[in-house]
T-cell receptor, first 111, second 115 residues
Framework: QKEVEQDPGPLSVPEGAIVSLNCTYSNSAFQYFMWYRQYSRKGPELLMYTYSSGNKEDGRFTAQVDKSSKYISLFIRDSQPSDSATYLCAMTKAAGNKLTFGGGTRVLVKP | SAVISQKPSRDICQRGTSLTIQCQVDSQVTMMFWYRQQPGQSLTLIATANQGSEATYESGFVIDKFPISRPNLTFSTLTVSNMSPEDSSIYLC????????????FGQGTRLTVV
């Protein structure tokens, strides 16, 4: 069993819809949680990071962490075709340490 | 945020040869990380590079195959040695930045094809 599980998709939504992404993990030692967006042939771009449980909002993006359930989510409101990419969750036990990644979810936002 | 430059951005190499990938950061960082992303897959950590000490390799990766140098706090290299087609991947370097080193940033990656 992988430490971090993420549905590979693809997830196809119409423009303007809410995109809902999630990851589950097994290691309760993870404390920092991140979401990355990766366009084809590009490096991962950090979207959001969250420490411990709770919610964090940044523009159209909302990240949620539920440590009791070992479950994290990313919501994208008012999705745009430019949001079409692969979204990767990642987590680490301590700040500055190595990251453990989920497998990534491919998202397609149709105009 | 940290700005990370990787060279080369892509290369096509013959099997049996070696390629050295460079990673330059615009600020001093303690640890630099090297990841591999095989086609259609997620990222897997190869090793952690600290300045002034030997790199720490993850299970399944060895120094003879992936030697790493870390001569100062802003620069590192990863060499992929004696390449085979199975080494065809994207190789990425990463650093932790931000006030509490909580944010991890990546370079654009090196796309390697071994023929």
């Amino acid at each position: 069993q992988k430490e971090v599980e993420q549905d590979p998709g693809p997830l196809s939504v119409p423009e303007g819809a809410i995109v809902s992404l999630n990851c589950t993990y097994s290691n309760s030692a993870f404390q920092y949680f991140m979401w990355y967006r990766q366009y084809s042939r590009k490096g991962p771009e950090l979207l959001m990071y969250t420490y411990s449980s709770g919610n964090k909002e940044d523009g159209r993006f909302t990240a949620q962490v539920d440590k009791s359930s070992k479950y994290i989510s990313l919501f994208i409101r008012d999705s745009q075709p430019s949001d079409s990419a692969t979204y990767l969750c990642a987590m680490t036990k301590a700040a500055g340490n190595k990251l453990t990644f989920g497998g990534g979810t491919r998202v397609l936002v149709k105009p | 945020s940290a700005v990370i430059s990787q060279k080369p951005s892509r290369d096509i190499c013959q099997r049996g040869t070696s390629l050295t990938i460079q990673c330059q950061v615009d600020s001093q960082v303690t640890m630099m990380f090297w990841y591999r992303q095989q086609p259609g897959q997620s990222l897997t950590l190869i090793a952690t590079a600290n300045q002034g000490s030997e790199a720490t390799y993850e299970s399944g990766f060895v120094i003879d195959k992936f030697p790493i140098s870390r001569p100062n706090l802003t620069f590192s290299t990863l060499t992929v040695s004696n390449m085979s087609p199975e080494d065809s991947s994207i190789y990425l370097c990463s650093v932790a930045s931000g006030g509490a080193k909580t944010e991890a940033f990546f370079g654009q990656g090196t796309r390697l094809t071994v023929v």
